[in-house]
């Protein structure tokens, strides 16, 4: 299994639309979790990191549910710029190990 | 001022070849990695230092080998190249191993093998 799972879409939405991915880990013991961005022949940035007790950056808004172990990522008011794709990142255990997720395409469209 | 920083960007090259591509950080950060993006755009880890140690070396050929000259650069080099080699290289710095750590990433090294 691997340690990190996603839908990799792709995800076609209309712009203004409210879109939201998951994630799923299988490593209870997995301590920090990430959201990454990647453009089209680009390299991943950080989006957000996700905090126990969620967190909101704008129109992104993250969270976490340790018991069903996945963490979500949520866009609101979807913008042509949104477009790219989202990545999962989790940190496993040993010594600063991070799963990436095989990512997830959002095409937002005119 | 790029804060992670590789070279080549694009690498094409003949199976057999061996081949290099540098990295550098001016962020003061503590550990650097190599990251593989396959076809399918897949990120792998492949290696990991932390001030110049190797900490993680993942099932990685040892046709690849790392070094650190000091903690602010990881090179990788390349021996004997095959086909299945083709990918896209990163390297990413991050403050220290401990924690919830941001990888900063290089803008990657495509490499394709003919």
């Known amino acids: 299994r691997k340690e990190v799972e996603q839908d990799p879409g792709p995800f076609n939405v209309p712009e203004g639309a409210t879109v939201a991915f998951n994630c799923t880990y299988s490593n209870s013991a997995s301590q920090s979790f990430f959201w990454y961005r990647q453009d089209c022949r680009k390299e991943p940035k950080l989006l957000m990191s996700v905090y126990s007790s969620g967190n909101e950056d704008g129109r992104f808004t993250a969270q976490l549910n340790r018991a069903s172990q996945y963490i979500s990522l949520l866009i609101r008011d979807s913008k042509l710029s949104d477009s790219a794709t989202y990545l999962c990142?989790?940190?496993?255990?040993?010594?600063?190990?991070?799963?990436f997720g095989t990512g997830t395409r959002l095409t937002v469209i005119p | 001022d790029t804060a992670v920083s590789q070279t080549p960007k694009y690498l094409v090259t003949q199976m057999g070849n061996d081949k290099s591509i540098k990295c550098e950080q001016n962020l003061g950060h503590d550990t650097m990695y190599w990251y593989k993006q396959d076809s399918k755009k897949f990120l792998k880890i492949m290696f990991s230092y932390n001030n110049k140690e190797l900490i993680i070396n993942e099932t990685v050929p040892n046709r690849f080998s790392p070094k650190s000259p000091d903690k602010a650069h990881l090179n990788l080099h390349i021996n004997s190249l095959e086909l299945g080699d083709s990918a896209v290289y990163f390297c990413?710095?991050?403050?220290?191993?401990?924690?919830?750590?941001?990888?900063?990433f290089g803008a990657g090294s495509r490499l394709t093998v003919l």
């Open positions: 990413a710095s991050s403050q220290s191993l401990a924690g919830a750590n941001v990888l900063t």
């Open positions: 990142v989790v940190t496993g255990t040993g010594a600063n190990n991070l799963f």
